[in-house]
């Protein structure tokens, strides 16, 4: 049996089986990256290496400086503070969530903005009394409007790694935001009319010490250990974001949560209580999917084949369209770099064979690598996001077509074809 035809069965077993309400989506998981391992697709003496990947390092890294905020009352000072500012309207406590995860999101990919959103998210909850289901779905789209305004935003630096490495130019700083601003617009009355209707309504409230849930309980006085997680905090966010010692983010999240055990703002046995690691195995299994995915050869088939039926000559702005929607669904079972670095050679060999330059198309890669995600498949980091906000498997499809997918498709129709063709 073909590597292909193997990746297609295990990909819609573990699709069917995150669905099932009787079965842990850890359980399903592993499951599924032990299928990859087993079948020789991903080499089994590497498969566990994707469970320690720098997105997980970076996870536990920055748990562990959560966990050092909650642990000196870092968190509940910064809440309470929050809260001065928005009360604890429901609505006005999104928007601040939205708005500060886009405004990161502009200068880092959405795994960093999460782990360092977790911990404000996390005291504004124990504040405000405002259930995570409500506000984890805004960082959600914060990250992802954001993420599309500057060259340092999520994916696309990848895209213009990738066309430069063509030989043509790469994205402007700005460039993208010719499609990302617009899709703002369209974002923002969706997720304030639609969004906040599919976001469940169940109370879950963060897994902290119990002392940080007490009503009055929250520090009003800013003290030197909180200073210390304040500065820790802060150093490894200007790390993150200038990446002056040219490491992977992993090495600054964790030489952050390392500073905290120094500094005994948290200890060993509460660092391990504040990791969520049934989060970490889940990301790390979805990880060696993803690779089984790209090394089975199915995600090329799936491009190949639906793109080849239009031939060269057919409409730029058709191809703008089917390249979207390629992505789009190429995107739900690999990661967001994975399907950009499959999906943009293929769009750039389209564009030549057409006698044109390859933005447009390359564009309609990089907006549709996230144009929705409609399961935990679809990325990694989305796993933690289910966690944190107490979410099903069924809300992602909800949010995705709902909140995500018109919005993008909107804006991109009218904008790339506009801009780049």
């Given at each position: 049996?073909?590597?292909?035809?193997?990746?297609?069965?295990i990909?819609?077993?573990?699709?069917?089986?995150?669905?099932?309400?009787?079965?842990?989506?850890?359980?399903?998981?592993?499951?599924?990256?032990l299928?990859?391992?087993?079948?020789?697709?991903v080499?089994?003496?590497?498969?566990?290496?994707f469970?320690?990947?720098?997105?997980?390092?970076?996870?536990?890294?920055?748990?562990?400086i959560g966990?050092?905020?909650?642990?000196?009352?870092l968190a509940?000072?910064?809440?309470?503070?929050?809260?001065?500012?928005?009360?604890?309207?429901?609505v006005k406590?999104?928007?601040?969530?939205?708005?500060?995860?886009?405004?990161?999101?502009?200068?880092?990919?959405?795994?960093?903005v999460?782990?360092?959103?977790?911990?404000?998210?996390?005291?504004?909850?124990?504040?405000?009394?405002?259930s995570?289901?409500?506000?984890?779905?805004?960082?959600?789209?914060?990250?992802?409007?954001?993420?599309?305004?500057?060259?340092?935003?999520?994916?696309?630096?990848i895209?213009?790694?990738?066309?430069?490495?063509?030989?043509?130019?790469?994205w402007?700083?700005?460039?993208?935001?010719?499609?990302?601003i617009?899709?703002?617009?369209?974002?923002?009355p969706?997720?304030?009319?639609?969004?906040?209707?599919?976001?469940?309504k169940?109370?879950?409230?963060p897994?902290v010490?119990?002392?940080e849930?007490?009503?009055?309980?929250?520090?009003?006085?800013f003290?030197?250990?909180?200073?210390i997680?304040?500065?820790?905090l802060?150093?490894?966010?200007?790390?993150?974001v200038?990446?002056?010692?040219k490491?992977?983010l992993?090495?600054y999240?964790?030489?952050?949560?390392?500073?905290?055990?120094?500094?005994?703002?948290?200890?060993?046995?509460?660092?391990?209580?504040?990791?969520?690691?049934?989060?970490i195995?889940l990301?790390?299994?979805?990880?060696?999917?993803?690779?089984?995915?790209?090394?089975?050869?199915?995600?090329?088939?799936?491009g190949?084949?639906?793109?080849?039926?239009?031939?060269?000559?057919?409409?730029?702005?058709?191809?703008?369209?089917?390249?979207?929607?390629v992505?789009?669904?190429i995107t739900?079972?690999?990661?967001?770099?994975?399907?950009?670095?499959?999906?943009?050679?293929?769009?750039?060999?389209?564009?030549?064979?057409?006698?044109?330059?390859?933005?447009?198309?390359?564009?309609?890669?990089?907006?549709?690598?996230?144009?929705?995600?409609?399961?935990?498949?679809?990325?990694?980091?989305?796993?933690f996001?289910?966690?944190?906000?107490?979410y099903k498997?069924s809300?992602?499809?909800?949010?995705?077509?709902?909140?995500?997918?018109?919005p993008?498709?909107?804006?991109?129709?009218?904008m790339?074809?506009?801009?780049?063709?």
């Open positions: 049996m073909s590597p292909v035809i193997i990746a297609a069965i990909m819609v077993a573990t699709f069917v089986l995150f669905f099932h309400p009787k079965i842990e989506n850890i359980i399903v998981g592993v499951g599924a990256s299928a990859f391992g087993l079948t020789g697709i080499p089994i003496n590497t498969l566990f290496n469970y320690t990947s720098n997105t997980c390092m970076v996870m536990i890294g920055m748990m562990t966990g050092a905020m909650f642990q000196s009352g509940g000072w910064i809440g309470a503070k929050v809260i001065k500012v928005t009360g604890t309207n429901e406590v999104q928007f601040a969530i939205l708005l500060v995860s886009a405004l990161l999101a502009t200068s880092m990919n959405g795994s960093s999460l782990m360092i959103m977790y911990p404000l998210m996390c005291s504004v909850a124990i504040s405000s009394k405002i995570m289901s409500r506000t984890v779905g805004f960082y959600m789209s914060g990250s992802l409007m954001g993420s599309y305004l500057t060259l340092s935003g999520g994916m696309v630096i895209s213009a790694a990738l066309l430069e490495s063509a030989g043509y130019r790469m402007n700083f700005f460039e993208v935001s010719w499609y990302g617009p899709r703002l617009l369209l974002a923002l969706a997720v304030y009319f639609l969004g906040r209707r599919v976001l469940p169940t109370m879950v409230m897994d010490p119990a002392a849930k007490k009503e009055g309980d929250l520090p009003d006085k003290t030197v250990k909180m200073g997680v304040l500065a820790i802060l150093l490894t966010i200007a790390g993150m200038t990446n002056f010692l490491v992977p992993s090495v999240a964790v030489l952050g949560g390392l500073a905290c055990l120094i500094t005994n703002c948290i200890t060993p046995k509460q660092m391990f209580s504040a990791i969520s690691w049934n989060t195995v990301i790390g299994s979805m990880t060696a999917v993803a690779k089984g995915v790209e090394l089975s050869g199915i995600g090329t088939l799936i190949q084949s639906i793109l080849g039926f239009t031939g060269a000559g057919a409409s730029p702005v058709l191809l703008v369209f089917i390249i979207l929607m992505t789009a669904v739900q079972f690999m990661s967001d770099s994975g399907t950009i670095a499959l999906m943009t050679p293929i769009a750039i060999s389209i564009a030549i064979a057409q006698g044109i330059e390859p933005y447009a198309y390359a564009m309609a890669v990089l907006v549709g690598s996230a144009m929705c995600h409609l399961s935990i498949m679809a990325s990694p980091s989305l796993a996001i289910m966690n944190m906000g107490g498997p809300f992602f499809p909800k949010w995705g077509l709902v909140v995500e997918f018109l993008s498709l909107i804006a991109a129709m009218i790339i074809p506009l801009i780049w063709l």
